[in-house]
């Protein structure tokens, strides 16, 4: 059975996956090595094959992506005779304005993209370094790039570009939006049990660590809350989602800050945690219970409910709000919060499914229909390796 594997590096882990390349591709394993370059630690499931493991790592096993990488591969050869990839598909956050679809990559499109690296300098350089460890490793396999941008790249003009001199949309200074990925995969999956639905006006809410909504209609984005970067729109688990540019002159002009440390400041030290000074984890704040754990909360609550009405006002309406992300698929407290006194927008939850975690969570007499639907960004690269190697 040919096997295609796929990648997902981030700033220090890499996500892995191991597909049987059937007609529907089959998840055969999957895992994740965090803190890469500095205490790492592995946890994976091989399924039929060995069941669960989590443990600590050595330094040197993951001491950057393409270690980790290589005791990835030396776990799952120690599991799958003749370890053979046929294709190896990688998550990679920006496509720019040209890539609207997976692309096999070749070193011209590996050019591409590490040009592309200064639009997303904390994700792009990870990419990568996942993409030339794998051509290391599988020197014969196809190597398909999905990007993160690549499902809301037919948007219309209005919400790609900036109120900036023209000169500027040209550059590739534009609105690009992420998660793309996730919102393929909760699309198709709508499509397959609700096709009328799926027609209609859908917000997508993709609540995890890293969070957003798009708005799509018939199944295609129109309208998202991520922009230039994942640094735009919803509050996330410690970035600041949407804020006053000016902000960042008055760190840089008064508080004397380089403007290093006010991305690091915005990525990393903000968000959940940053109101919260506790814990960018939502279950974490959920049970801690403090005021400033509550107050990190109502704002996430607050932002998500605001760019709701808005991606709604963009669509012309709503017809359904689908929920998904660690957060979204997960906290019945932060769904309910989120839909309370929605009614103006046909919103009503039934406490009780919402509670069960069903899939369907709206009342009998909902308007509008309230969905969570689990996502799943590795099915969707694996999908996309298989289409290209067929068409190799
Ligand atoms: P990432 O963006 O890193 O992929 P995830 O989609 O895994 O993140 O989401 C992680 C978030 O989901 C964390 O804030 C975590 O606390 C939250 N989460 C997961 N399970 C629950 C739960 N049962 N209740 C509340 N929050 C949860």
New binding site residues.
Partial sequence: MPIALTLNAGSSSLKFGVFEISDAPKEIAAGLVERIGGQPRIKADFGDLDGKIQRDLSAEEARDHKSALDTVLDLLRERITNLHAEAVGHRVVHGGPRYSEPMVVTPGVLGELRALSPFAPLHQPHNISGIEAALEAFPQALQVACFDTAFHRHQPKVNDEFALPREYYEKGVRRYGFHGLSYEYVSGELKSFAPLLCEGRVVIAHL???ASMCGMLNGRSVVSTMGFTALDGLPM?TRTGQIDPGVIFYMVQQEGKTIDEVRDLFYKESGLLGISGLS?????L?AAGTPEAKEAIDYFVFRCRRELGGLAAALGGLDALVFC???GE??RY?RSRICDGLDWIGIELDRERNEANERRINGTFSRTHVLVVPTNEEIVIARAAKKLLASA
């Fill in positions: 995890g660590n890293g688990g960018n984890d939502m279950r974490t959920e992300g660690g957060i997960n906290s932060i």
